[in-house]
């Protein structure tokens, strides 16, 4: 029986891993058929074919399964933006423009304010 994960040593991604439990599924389908055909032999079907190849089946379902929780698992702890600091310089730099325009705005309105109080002095 083939273990459903890549040699030791060897690199293995996770499209690789799961592209060999897709083959994996293949053969266990592959091997149902087996025990159908087993079944409806017209001698009748061989106990211990039966047995050896729904043996296999229970086996080869049982690594699927574990291979797809550990993929789906690994998917769920993938965050491949987490060290990325574009977002956060982003809202910085979106916040600068924003303090900048009220600083502008903030001069603006200074400087109407001095205006204002110019017309309202006397003249000397």
């Not at 993929?71 to 303090?99: F, W």
Request: aromatic residues 4%.
């Amino acid at each position: 029986m083939a273990a459903l994960t890549a040699k030791p040593g060897a690199p293995s991604t996770s499209l690789q891993r799961l592209y060999h439990v897709e083959k994996r599924i293949v053969h266990t389908v592959d091997l149902a058929g087996g025990v159908m055909e087993e079944l409806a032999r017209q001698g009748g079907p061989r106990s211990d074919v039966v047995g050896a190849q729904c043996h296999e089946f229970m086996q080869a379902v049982k690594e699927i399964q574990m291979t797809l929780r550990e993929e789906i698992k690994s998917m769920c702890e993938y965050r491949p933006y987490e060290n990325n600091d574009y977002a956060a310089r982003t809202a910085t730099e979106i916040s600068v423009r924003k303090l900048d325009s009220v600083l502008g705005q903030l001069a603006a309105m200074q400087d109407i304010a001095d205006k204002y109080h110019n017309l309202e002095k006397p003249a000397s």
